[in-house]
């Protein structure tokens, strides 16, 4: 068991240097928040955005769908068969997350360890919870950091949209406007994938 964990940490954390590297590459380094309210990106210039990411980066195979409407509406099994996954536990979702709590100079996301902001990924078959989110970055950062100051919710709306550049419910942790640091919870799979509306 304990070998089979040590390669799903392996493989995640190389999935998210690939990811870190990828936003690096084709992302302006801008942290700041406070800029005025972007429009957020359309389809057509996300799917270009994101194939030209993907591609430079060595990914050939990747499908974008669009979906129903009512697509948040189906139980998981139709958004399954929607998406042409191979189980309900390979879907997921991204979700953006304040930290409400940081230090006063914890204002972005320069410090992947103790950033102002997170995008989680989570199995839409798992629980969120924000305990485990904050005993990992408690220890990400070796305790220096007292437990009180990690109070992880959802970012409001126009924050998520401001930091990603994408809608509610079309948010992927892949081409974000800002370079956010990206957990991923105790995935059995990686499967990225968002809705366009």
Not at 32 to 54: F, G, K, M, W, Y
Not at 130 to 141: H, R
Not at 158 to 172: D, F, I, K, P, W
Request: aromatic letters at 8%; one cysteine or more; hydrophobic letters at 40%.
């Amino acid at each position: 068991m304990e070998e089979t964990l040590a390669e799903l940490e392996r493989v995640q954390t190389q999935i998210l240097e690939r990811i870190s590297k990828l936003e690096h590459t084709f992302l302006p380094q801008n942290d700041a928040v406070s800029a005025p309210h972007p429009e957020p990106i359309s389809i057509c210039d996300t799917e270009a955005r994101l194939s030209n990411i993907l591609q430079s980066n060595g990914v050939n195979e990747f499908l974008f769908k669009k979906v129903p409407a009512d697509y948040y509406d189906c139980p998981l099994e139709s958004r399954r068969d929607i998406l042409g996954a191979a189980s309900i536990d390979h879907l997921c979702k991204s979700i953006v997350l304040v930290n409400t709590q940081a230090q006063s100079n914890v204002v972005d996301c320069s410090d992947r360890n103790n950033s102002k902001y997170y995008v989680v990924v989570v199995q839409y078959t798992a629980r969120f919870n924000a305990e485990t989110v904050k005993n990992f970055l408690y220890t990400l950062n070796h305790a220096k950091i007292p437990k009180k100051k990690f109070n992880l919710r959802l970012a409001p709306e126009e924050t998520s949209v401001n930091l990603t550049g994408y809608e509610h419910n079309a948010v992927t942790c892949i081409g974000m406007r800002t370079d956010i640091p990206v957990l991923t919870l105790s995935m059995q799979f990686f499967f990225v994938c968002f809705a366009v509306l």
